[in-house]
Structures are given as C-alpha cells and as structure tokens.
C-alpha cells in the first residue's frame, strides 16, 4: 500500500519569506510524485511533478520541490512567497509501473502568507 | 480552467435516493478518474477509465458504480445514498497512462445528502 504524509495541518509565513511544505511518502517500488493546489471552492490544479531525474523540478508560479530518496520526502518550496500563495496543498504519489494511476493524496496543508 | 467539465455544480438528495454525476474529460485524454473529497476521509481514489475500460478501482462502495462512453465522458452513478456520502465528488483526466502524466481535474459536484 503506498502513503503520504503531510505533518502540517497549517503553514504560515510572510510575505517575501521563503515557504516550504512537508511532504514525505511510503511506496513499494518507485514513486511518481505530484503537487497539487486547491483554492476555495475550486478543483485542484496541477503544480509540478517528480518522475525521474534531476531531483529538484520546477513548476508553475514559481514553485519548486527537492525529492529526496533516503528521506523519501517531497518538500514543496518557493524563495519568496506571495500572498496570492495562501491555498490548500496537496501532495500526492503513485507507483511507477503499477497498472493502477489513481493517486494517493495527503491531508493537505493550508498555507497562509501574511502581508 | 482545466479544460475539464462536471455537471452539476451542485446537487442536494435524500437519504436512499440514486443520482448520476456527468464529467467530460480534457480534449484528447483518454483516461478519466473519480475522486470523493470530504472532511473526515481527505481525498479518496475511486475508479479508473481508460478508453471506455474499466482500469483501476480505489475506495469505491458497491452502491457506487461508473462508466466511460465512446465519446470518453464518463458519469459516476450513486445508489442508496446515506448522509455520509456528501462530499465533494472530483473528476479528473490524463491524456494517457503508465509513466507519470498528471492528471487536470475538474471543478468538483458537491453532493448534499440530507
């Protein structure tokens, strides 16, 4: 069975601060991994994603994550936060080469930039 | 927007009825997926369609049941409904399967069961 935790209910941070997002991940075999944001009352959109390769990948907004195999995390980050960033995260993973695609997400983590 | 659809935005039943939630995935994907978000349970995988084949199931309850069509919308039909079945019902799509590609969902039905 594959996992992911997200420790944080809440993040906050202000405005122009560096923000990071924990996320760490359980899977038999290798993860794909993925970030999506929520806003209120919307779907979620698509941020970025890990699947092989460099281990630090690039997404939309200006946002990033570092996987880390030995740590099996998948931080979230961003060098300086905007206020228009507060949202709900989610990370989510699946197995590679499973022939199911549905992704397991975590709880989520609400961030809050302050101005 | 993702370019995925759902209809309707919302729905509000009775406990032991039957409704049927409608999604039409992105132009070009093949794959559509159902996704449940409610407070006590997160995020939760339901049900996988590839090309009009069932692919994956996740959580789904018996009384929950979906189809994909020949034109790839896909509805998610349920049947005796209790209260804890409101949620929020996602539907999502990926222009194929296998490796990593990354799915758009839509903007949700929030179904009220009372």
């Known amino acids: 069975a594959q996992s992911v935790a997200q420790p944080e209910d809440q993040v906050n941070v202000a405005e122009g601060n560096p923000l990071t997002v924990k996320c760490t991940y359980s899977v038999s075999g290798n993860p794909y991994l993925f970030w999506y944001v929520q806003y209120p009352n919307r779907g979620l959109q698509f941020l970025l994603k890990y699947i092989t390769g460099d281990n630090l990948v690039k997404g939309s907004y200006g946002f990033e994550a570092e996987f880390n195999k030995s740590q099996t995390s998948f931080h979230l980050k961003k060098p300086s936060a905007l206020v228009s960033d507060s949202a709900l995260y989610f990370c989510?993973?699946?197995?590679?080469?499973?022939?199911?695609?549905?992704?397991?997400f975590g709880k989520g983590t609400h961030l809050i930039i302050q101005p | 927007d993702s370019g995925v659809t759902q209809t309707p935005k919302h729905l509000i039943t009775a406990t032991g009825q039957r409704v049927t939630l409608r999604c039409s995935p992105r132009s070009g994907d093949l794959s559509v997926y159902w996704y449940q978000q409610s407070l006590d349970q997160g995020l939760q995988f339901l049900i996988q369609?590839?090309?009009?084949?069932?692919?994956a199931k996740g959580n789904i309850l018996e009384r929950f049941s979906a189809q994909q069509f020949p034109d790839l919308h896909s509805e998610l039909n349920l049947s005796s409904l209790e209260l804890g079945d409101s949620a929020l019902y996602f539907c999502?799509?990926?222009?194929?399967?296998?490796?990593?590609?990354?799915?758009?969902f839509g903007p949700g039905t929030r179904l009220t069961v009372t």
């Open positions: 369609y590839y090309n009009g084949e069932e692919r």
């Open positions: 989510a993973v699946r197995v590679s080469g499973g022939g199911a695609d549905g992704l397991t």
């Open positions: 999502a799509s990926s222009v194929e399967v296998g490796q990593g590609y990354e799915q758009y």
